[in-house]
């Protein structure tokens, strides 16, 4: 399982550890994420997917992941999410 983000994209970087003596070595930060199983207006269903927290104050913040996945750049989704948005571009054009 890779550690990216699924939605926004992010991913590890990469930085110094420096100790009291000013001595450096390579460490890894690494995003904050989380599985979780956000729900569908459009799709009537949970989608699972696996996020950083700041994506998911994003979702609520845009309000729910029908309006986050309708402003999201597509280089920045994963396979599954772009699958789920397209889903979703699917119903409300069926729906209209």
Do not use: W, Y
């Not at 696996?50 to 913040?61: G, M, N």
């Amino acid at each position: 399982m890779s550690r990216r983000c699924e939605l926004t994209g992010k991913g590890p970087m990469t930085g110094n550890n420096v100790s009291h003596a000013n001595n450096k070595t390579k460490r890894r930060f690494l995003p904050n994420l989380n599985d979780v199983t956000l729900q569908s207006e459009t799709l009537g269903r949970g989608v699972k997917l696996r996020i950083s927290a700041s994506a998911l104050r994003s979702v609520d913040h845009r309000g729910g992941l029908d309006a986050f996945l309708a402003k999201a750049k597509d280089d920045e989704l994963s396979a599954n999410a772009l699958k789920v948005k397209k889903e979703i571009a699917k119903a409300q054009a069926a729906n209209a």
